[in-house]
């Protein structure tokens, strides 16, 4: 088995599978048999990006090992957030703009990991380093990722980097940045058909500090009162959550693309103290997180020295 699978996180967003479609094509343009696949379901905003600029979405895995002794990662590192048999293939490679946790190879490798707000800014490049032109479809791609990661070049996250990687991929592209940006994000808030159930896995990542074990589950909405209308069955099913799979903390974030704050609802033994790292008192589990929007700069670091 020869092939090299390239994946985002689980409960994909769309710079995972975006990262995926991209980094596939230039390890394939420089010789590897690579191909991209993901491990969740396609968001509506990423469904938008990928029929916009013409890519079905990835298949989707379970486990790795059965198609592949190698895998690359794209967009993540923490062993809960991969494929189920991580530890079972080879990394050969991480392309990432998170924090490093969890992770441990018996090998050297390939580790790009850069203060960015977007892994498709380091695979940018990449493609530059590695003297392969980016094709249209390929940077509306990229495009689309940044786009997401940034709330459309609003999130403390953004950097002089990504600005410089979205200019030159809107070129490229031939779009719009800021009027595809909005057609996209309001494409992926649109949550009035959503079940809980999909609500709360759209974009979840599970993190460990300590003796900490968290879920931070996060969506953007433009109307948030398609959720909070069902807060009462929302806070029922994260604890039924908690309860299954023995978390310390499920933190729910709605953030508001619009005015660029966010709800928070938090259930689990270190909710309190989780809502007061933030400054905040919570009330029927739920505080408002004024300014607060990024999941990697904005929660994780502050939920990580709360509980460290």
């Known amino acids: 088995m020869n092939k090299v699978l390239v994946f985002g996180h689980k409960n994909p967003d769309t710079d995972s599978i975006a990262s995926a479609i991209t980094y596939a094509y230039l390890k394939q343009q420089i010789g590897l048999d690579a191909e991209a696949v993901r491990l969740g379901s396609v968001s509506e905003e990423t469904a938008f990006a ?3 600029f013409g890519f079905e979405a990835p298949r989707q895995i379970d486990r ?3 198609e592949a002794s190698q895998v690359i990662l794209v967009d993540h590192n923490e062993k809960q ?3 189920d048999d991580i530890e079972e293939v080879k990394v050969l490679e991480v392309i990432d703009h998170h924090r490093i946790a969890n992770f441990q190879t018996n090998e050297p490798l390939y580790y790009r990991a850069e203060p960015v707000g977007c892994t498709a800014t380091i695979l940018n490049k990449l493609f530059k380093e590695n003297g392969v032109d980016i094709p249209k479809n390929i940077a509306g791609l990229m495009l689309s990722a940044i786009i997401s990661d940034s709330l459309l070049f609003k999130s403390p996250t953004f950097t002089e980097e ?3 990687a979205a200019d030159e991929l809107a070129k490229i592209a031939e779009v719009d940045a800021a009027t595809y940006g909005l057609d996209m994000l309001k494409a992926g808030a649109d949550l009035s058909s959503k079940t809980l159930e999909e609500l709360i896995s759209l974009d979840a990542k599970t993190f460990e500090v300590g003796d900490v074990t968290m ?4 969506v953007n909405a433009v109307d948030l009162n398609d959720i909070l209308n069902r807060k009462e069955e929302l806070t029922q ?3 039924q959550v908690v309860s299954v799979k023995k978390l310390d903390l499920f933190l729910f974030v709605i953030t508001d693309i619009i005015n660029n704050d966010s709800i928070a609802i938090a259930i689990g033994e270190k909710a309190f103290p989780a809502m007061t790292a933030f400054n905040v008192v919570p009330a029927n589990d739920m ?3 004024s300014g607060i929007v990024s999941r990697k700069k904005q929660i994780v670091p502050v939920l990580t020295e709360a509980f460290k």
């Open 50 to 52: 990928l029929e916009t």
């Open 64 to 66: 790795a090992k059965t």
């Open 81 to 83: 957030q991969s494929v």
């Open 162 to 164: 990504d600005k410089k």
């Open 215 to 218: 879920e931070i589950a996060q």
């Open 237 to 239: 099913l994260l604890t």
């Open 287 to 289: 505080a408002i997180l």
